[in-house]
């Protein structure tokens, strides 16, 4: 096993405004984007953040070889509890995802 944070280019997480968070998954060529499109099922992705997978949007962009996932954030940018004011933390739980590549 390895983590998916060793297959792509990179992970990057970051605020969709004050009360979303997005997180970018670089992929870097078509087969590792399409091998990612695979694995990565967007159920898993709501359970891994804890967030009701009927709040999670993806998108796949082909084109650039990305895949995005957005969702609300559990407290409101700013607020005394929030913990992650640029939301940048949000990648490791996906950088360090194990996975398996044959």
């Known amino acids: ?12 997480s970051k605020n969709a405004g004050p009360f979303w968070v997005t997180i970018d998954i670089f992929c870097g060529s078509t ?6 499109c695979g694995i990565l099922d967007t159920n898993a992705v709501a359970a891994l953040y804890q967030t009701p997978a009927k709040d999670v949007l993806r998108f796949d962009i082909a084109a650039l070889n990305v895949i995005k996932f957005s969702f609300p954030r559990p ?4 607020a005394l509890q929030d913990r992650d004011m640029h939301g940048a933390a949000w990648a490791t739980l996906l950088e360090t995802l194990e996975v398996e590549r044959s």
Do not use: F, P
């Open 31 to 36: 087969e590792t984007y399409a091998w990612c």
């Open 1 to 12: 096993m390895s983590n998916l944070g060793d297959h792509v280019t990179k992970i990057r």
């Open 75 to 78: 407290t409101i940018q700013g």
